[in-house]
């Protein structure tokens, strides 16, 4: 899913969430690799453009939550 963060309250609130959950949250964006959970990492991006966010976890249950839960942020996929 592409995500947005267009503030630092969004980010907080972001990793904040991703904190909740037991599973590994990636935010990808080009080559970059961060954990969803580091909020350094967050920032460390380019959050001009859009996130791509993806939660490996076998729970279906797990990913639908989160998914649901990041709702806010969603992008359209053809961005």
């Known amino acids: 899913m592409l995500i947005k963060l267009n503030t630092i309250e969004d980010v907080n609130n972001f990793s904040s969430l ?28 380019n959050l001009l453009e859009p996130l791509k966010v993806i939660i490996d976890s076998d729970n279906d249950n797990s990913k639908i939550g989160f998914y649901n839960s990041i709702q806010k942020w969603k992008l359209d996929e053809v961005v």
Do not use: T
Not at 38 to 44: H, K, M, T
């Open 18 to 45: 991703c904190s909740q959950f037991d599973d590994d949250i990636d935010v990808k964006q080009g080559r970059q690799v961060i954990d969803g959970k580091s909020i350094l990492g967050i920032f460390s991006l």
